[in-house]
């Protein structure tokens, strides 16, 4: 006979809402999200859930989803116990049912609350398609900005909203016609900016770090590792940067989460904080006031932010290879030929181009000395003493660090 599951409650926040757009509001509203739930029965109550144009939806959706991807079991219910069909029902498997459902509820229809499913570049293109209606009526060059803002932050979520259990990202627009703020929230419950940056910048100590890092010019975590189709290297690295100046020349505001990172870009400064509470990915909101802004030019402020950038090329910034050895062994470096095939294919060619190997080994348990020598002999070898300047180790265990001081000695002895 199966166990039932343990029956967690939780209560949906009265305003699910960013509050008054201060790191405290945010740490608030994470409080609600507990990652740690697995193999429960999860009751929603939105009792005393009060819905505005502002209300959350697509964070809840995404909540709900990565339960289900734990084994949990959820539903929604009021105080009469019976099961709320409005808003908190649908999980993003339905997400086009769902925005069939309100397009014909009037009602509905005046919250704004349209949560757009992003799984690839043609998600991207039609959530823009979507989305541009509202800045456009205040001409083309707040509608250029606006796209090239909510382009970058789109296709930023493609690389660092992978997941094992779901490849959507959501986007929700809010429209407020009668002050004229248009918002958009855009987000995931992937691997985080920290750790997709981490492919190229190890040395990230913090989520807000690893935030701040990635609005800098030329800064990407594609570099690090396959470079997908769309994202070519003279391209990477700086649409976060032109993205967060353009919200600045705009008076509007970009609110950045990740992990326990909290970044807000204002008119006027960059605050950055780490919270109590976390999110289990990324999410990026962008609230600006329409029209606020007169003769906004966009190629004049893309110079003019554009001359901020160093003049040097990117390319010669890149001088180590940085390899993750978990992404190919898991927690366990056992396989000799695998060991082999990274040496051949990842490590000489490297050394081929007289660069400098950075070799991870962030989270590895567990390592035999046979693989390791497979892996690393004839790369240090090869290079002699040169190795212990052309070859560094980070993150290794103290048992991993002793084998690999032997192999290196054993293989520089007579260099």
């Not at 800045?135 to 382009?151: A, D, M, Q, T, V």
């Not at 978990?326 to 095939?341: M, P, R």
């Not at 181009?353 to 989270?363: A, G």
Request: aromatic content about 12%.
């Amino acid at each position: 006979m199966n166990e039932e599951k343990e029956t967690i409650k939780l209560k949906i926040p009265e305003l699910f809402t960013f509050g008054e757009f201060t790191g405290d509001d945010f740490d608030k509203l994470l409080s609600f999200f507990d990652w740690s739930l697995k193999d429960k029965t999860i009751e929603f109550d939105s009792s005393n859930s009060i819905f505005r144009k502002d209300t959350l939806l697509v964070l809840y959706l995404l909540y709900n989803e990565f339960l289900f991807s734990n084994n949990c079991k959820t539903s929604v219910k009021k105080k009469s116990g019976e099961i709320d069909e409005s808003f908190w029902v649908p999980r993003i498997s339905n997400i086009d049912a769902f925005n069939d459902q309100i397009s014909f509820n009037p009602k509905l229809l005046e919250t704004n609350i349209f949560p757009i499913q992003i799984t690839n570049s043609e998600d991207c293109k039609k959530a823009y398609e979507f989305a541009k209606k509202y800045p456009e009526n205040f001409g083309i060059e707040y509608e250029k900005s606006f796209r090239y803002i909510l382009n970058e932050i789109l296709y930023n979520t493609l690389e660092h909203g992978r997941t094992n259990h779901n490849n959507s990202s959501l986007l929700q627009i809010f429209w407020n016609r009668e002050s004229n703020e248009f918002s958009f929230l855009v987000a995931d419950v992937g691997i985080g900016i920290k750790q997709h940056l981490r492919q190229t910048y190890p040395n990230l100590a913090t989520d807000s770090d690893a935030i701040l890092h990635a609005i800098k010019p030329q800064i990407s975590g594609t570099f690090g590792g396959e470079v997908s189709t769309y994202k070519k290297i003279n391209n990477a690295g700086v649409g976060l940067f032109f993205s967060s100046n353009f919200v600045q020349r705009l008076k509007a505001d970009m609110f950045i989460v990740s992990g326990n990172g909290f970044v807000h870009i204002s008119p006027t400064e960059i605050i950055a904080k780490e919270l109590d509470n976390q999110w289990k990915g990324t999410f990026v909101y962008v609230k600006m006031k329409l029209g606020l802004i007169e003769n906004v030019s966009f190629e004049e402020m893309r110079l003019e932010i554009q001359e901020a950038i160093p003049k040097t090329e990117l390319t010669s910034k890149i001088e180590d290879y940085y390899i993750n050895l978990k992404n190919y062994f898991g927690i366990a470096i056992e396989n000799k030929d695998l060991a082999k095939k990274i040496r051949d294919e990842k490590l000489l060619p490297a050394l081929d181009e007289n660069k400098t190997l950075l070799i991870d080994f962030e989270d590895i348990v567990f390592a035999t000395d046979s693989a390791l020598n497979a892996m690393l002999a004839t790369p240090i070898n090869w290079l002699g003493l040169k190795a212990y300047k052309k070859i560094k180790v980070i993150n290794a265990a103290s048992d991993i660090r002793v084998m690999l001081d032997f192999i290196f000695d054993d293989n520089t002895s007579n260099a």
